[in-house]
T-cell receptor, first 115, second 112 residues
C-alpha cells in the first residue's frame, strides 16, 4: 500500500463549525486529490493539487477549501460544516498526471458526521 | 467531462459462481481505465488497470477485465468467486486533470 495516512479517521461535529482534514503522504508524489464518497455516487473529486501551493477545484468544491504548503501534506477544510457534507472523505496521490500512465492510490478515509 | 456507468448496483452470487460486472464509459478517445475494490470498512485498492496494448487485462486475486473499444466497455470478470470477494467494486476512467471519474459502484455479496 502507498504511504498515505489521513487524520482524523472519524469525526463528529456540529453544523456551522469549521473542520480540517489532513492527508499525509510519504511517497513524495506531486499530485494529491480529495474525494468524497456517498452512496449511489461513487467517489467525486472535491479539489486537487499539482504541486506545493498549486490547487484547483474539482466537481463538488462548493463549501470546501484546500491548502498544500508542503509536498507531503494536503489539507481539506470545511469552512462551515453542513449536514450535506456528512460523508467519507478519501485522499489520493499519484506520481504523474496526464492522459497516460497515471494511477491513483487511496488513503484509508475519514468518516465525517455533521449533526 | 467523461462519465462512467456501472449497470449493476447490487449483485448476489453463491460461491464458485462466475462474475461479470458491467462498466461503460463515455469518452471516445484514448482512455485509461481502472477497477478498484473496497472491502467493508476499508479504502479503495487497485484491482487492475488498462492503458494500452492487450485488451484483456489480468489483475490481482484472479480478476480480469476486457477493454472493448467499439462498445465503450471495460467489464470485470472472475471465473469463480469466493466469500472473501464480498466488497464494492468501482470502475473508473482517468479524467485528467480532474482526477478519476468513478462509476456509482457495484456491491457484490457472495453467499458461502
Amino acid at each position: 500500500d502507498a504511504g498515505i495516512t489521513q487524520s482524523p479517521r472519524h469525526k463528529v461535529t456540529e453544523t456551522g463549525t469549521p473542520v480540517t482534514l489532513r492527508c499525509h503522504q510519504t511517497e513524495n508524489h506531486r499530485y494529491m486529490y480529495w474525494y468524497r464518497q456517498d452512496p449511489g455516487h461513487g467517489l467525486r473529486l472535491i479539489h486537487y493539487s499539482y504541486g506545493v501551493k498549486d490547487t484547483d477545484k474539482g466537481e463538488v468544491s462548493d463549501g470546501y477549501s484546500v491548502s498544500r504548503s508542503k509536498t507531503e501534506d494536503f489539507l481539506l477544510t470545511l469552512e462551515s460544516a453542513t449536514s450535506s457534507q456528512t460523508s467519507v472523505y478519501f485522499c489520493a496521490i499519484s506520481e504523474s498526471a496526464g492522459a497516460t500512465q497515471e494511477t491513483q492510490y487511496f488513503g484509508p478515509g475519514t468518516r465525517l458526521l455533521v449533526l | 467531462a467523461q462519465s462512467v456507468s456501472q449497470h449493476n448496483h447490487h449483485v448476489i452470487l453463491s460461491e464458485a459462481a462466475s462474475l461479470e460486472l458491467g462498466c461503460n464509459y463515455s469518452y471516445g478517445g484514448t482512455v485509461n481505465l481502472f477497477w478498484y475494490v473496497q472491502y467493508p470498512g476499508q479504502h479503495l485498492q487497485l484491482l487492475l488497470k488498462y492503458f494500452s496494448g492487450d485488451p484483456l487485462v489480468k489483475g490481482i486475486k484472479g480478476f480480469e477485465a476486457e477493454f472493448i473499444k467499439s462498445k465503450f466497455s471495460f467489464n470485470l470478470r472472475k471465473p469463480s468467486v469466493q466469500w472473501s470477494d464480498t466488497a464494492e467494486y468501482f470502475c473508473a476512467v482517468n479524467d485528467h486533470p480532474l482526477g478519476m471519474r468513478f462509476g456509482a459502484g457495484t456491491r457484490l455479496t457472495v453467499k458461502p
